[in-house]
Nanobody, 126 residues
């Protein structure tokens, strides 16, 4: 079991940057693949980024590639999402997710993750 708590979301102007954090409890954090998803009201949860337990594999949604960077610090049980060049369409609730061991082949599918945080609101104004 792992519990996840996100932080760092706030209101920011277009073109600005934010870094989201997701702190995890549990001694086996390093054994989990981690992902970030986002959701706006009335729409399905959308994949943003994923990172393997060793951080040697990452993948991004096309909409954020080149602007967002996912990273993790296993010593601090924390995964990060650095978001640069933010756009109004990035406005959403961002949630982190975890699944044991390897990144799933369908990592872009929320159902491939077992544990979720409560989310943090990111609002990008134009």
């Amino acid at each position: 079991q792992v519990q996840l708590v996100e932080s760092g979301g706030r209101l920011v102007q277009a073109g600005g940057s934010l870094r989201l954090s997701c702190a995890a409890s549990g001694r086996t954090f390093r054994e989990y693949a981690l992902g970030w998803f986002r959701q706006v009201p009335g729409k399905e949860r959308e994949f943003v980024a994923v990172i393997s337990w060793s951080a040697n594999y990452t993948s991004y949604a096309d909409s954020v590639k080149g602007r967002f960077t996912i990273s993790r610090d296993n010593a601090k049980n924390t995964v990060y999402l650095q978001m640069n060049s933010l756009k109004p369409e990035d406005t959403a609730v961002y949630s982190c997710a975890a699944r044991p061991l390897a990144v799933s082949l369908d990592y872009y599918n929320p159902s491939s993750f077992d544990f979720w945080g409560q989310g943090t609101q990111v609002t990008v104004s134009s």
